[in-house]
Nanobody, 128 residues
Framework: QVQLVESGGGSVQAGGSLRLSCVAS????????MAWFRQAPGKEREGVAALYTGDGSTYYADSVKGQFTISQDNAKNTLYLQMNSLKPEDTAMYYC?????????????????????WGQGTQVTVSS
C-alpha cells in the first residue's frame, strides 16, 4: 500500500516562497505519476502540477506555470513543489497524490479521480 506524507506548508506573506515535500513509501512499481492538488475553502479541488517518476516529465496548470516547480528526489522517494511569488489566492490545502498509470497523461493528470493514493494534506496560507 502506497503511503504519502506531506510537509512544508505554513503561513507566508505575499511574494514569499515555500517548498512542499511528499515522502512516499510502499511502492510496488518503479514508476508512478505523482501530483500536487490543492483545495481552497468553498472551491473545487484543482490539479497544480504532476510528474512522471519514470522519465521526469512534468505537467503544470496554467495558473502556476513559471511560479511553481515540481521535482523529485528518487533516492529519498520524495516529491517536491517549490512555490515562489506566492499570492493570497494560492491559499489552500495542498495534497500529494499518486497513481500507477495515466492513459493520456497530458490531458488526464489534472483529474483527481484518476489517482489512487492521497496524502493527508498540508496547509498553505498566504497573507496580503
Amino acid at each position: 500500500q502506497v503511503q504519502l506524507v506531506e510537509s512544508g506548508g505554513g503561513s507566508v506573506q505575499a511574494g514569499g516562497s515555500l517548498r512542499l515535500s511528499c515522502v512516499a513509501s510502499g511502492y510496488t512499481y518503479s514508476s508512478y505519476y505523482m501530483a500536487w492538488f490543492r483545495q481552497a475553502p468553498g472551491k473545487e479541488r484543482e490539479g497544480v502540477a504532476a510528474l512522471y517518476t519514470g522519465d521526469g516529465s512534468t505537467y503544470y496548470a496554467d495558473s502556476v506555470k513559471g511560479q511553481f516547480t515540481i521535482s523529485q528526489d528518487n533516492a529519498k522517494n520524495t516529491l517536491y513543489l517549490q512555490m515562489n511569488s506566492l499570492k493570497p489566492e494560492d491559499t489552500a490545502m495542498y495534497y500529494c497524490t499518486a497513481t500507477r498509470t495515466l492513459a493520456r497523461a497530458q490531458k488526464d493528470w489534472r483529474y483527481g479521480w484518476r489517482y489512487n493514493y492521497w496524502g493527508q494534506g498540508t496547509q498553505v496560507t498566504v497573507s496580503s
